[in-house]
């Protein structure tokens, strides 16, 4: 029989699979808007700037040696350009983890019918696909908008830079895949110990 926790995760992570895309339609279709009909009050694209004034911001002598802050630009008309890059500084962030949401939800599915289920090659197939899928996904959104944060901010802003830190997030996906990767092969080495004592009894 399963047990009760595995149906609840499972559920509530199904839950969060459908509200991903969701929201990924709804980004999908501000890009389409961007791109053939203008932008509406309160739709934009969210950009970093780091030449903010600070002036009057500290007291007691303090001073303030570097911010940023990010910012909402709303281009004027149809900008198909500006839309295609927008597309590509959410899009592959957001794949990469309704895609690991999905193998994840696959796993607890098959878990379903008992811990031998659990703890099985299958599974530890699943958490090595999920740990590639976190590395490599995490990689190529990093440097894909990164690059069109870049091409994109000199279209919309004044100031310019040549190249963009990743987010925290992204360093958390790569460390989560990492640590997935080290699940599976532990999963994968108790099974082969489990597999040799059954072979001797």
Do not use: C, N
């Not at 791109?35 to 007691?60: N, Q, R, S």
């Not at 099985?120 to 590639?132: I, M, P, Y």
Request: proline share 4%; no cysteine.
């Amino acid at each position: 029989m399963p047990t009760r926790w595995i149906i609840r995760l499972e559920t509530l992570l199904s839950i969060g699979l459908v509200l991903g895309l969701l929201g990924a339609l709804a980004g999908l279709a501000t890009s389409v808007a961007i791109a053939f009909f203008g932008t509406a009050k309160g739709m934009g694209i969210p950009l970093e700037v780091f030449d903010v004034p600070t002036a009057g911001m500290t007291v007691g002598g303090a001073t303030v040696e570097s911010v940023s802050a990010e910012v909402t630009v709303r281009p004027s008309g149809a900008a198909p350009l500006v839309a295609l890059l927008y597309l590509l500084m959410w899009a592959p962030g957001t794949a990469t983890a309704l895609l690991a949401l999905f193998t994840v939800v696959r796993a607890l599915r098959r878990a379903r019918s008992g811990d031998r289920a659990l703890f099985s090659t299958v599974t530890a197939g699943h958490l090595r696909r999920l740990g590639w899928i976190l590395i490599a996904g995490s990689v190529v959104s990093a440097v894909l908008g990164a690059v069109a944060q870049a091409i994109l901010s000199p279209m919309l802003l004044a100031e310019t830079h040549p190249f963009y830190l990743p987010s925290g997030e992204f360093v958390g996906a790569v460390v989560a895949g990492l640590a997935a990767l080290g699940v599976s092969e532990i999963v994968r080495r108790g099974l082969a110990l489990l597999e040799e004592v059954e072979a001797t009894i």
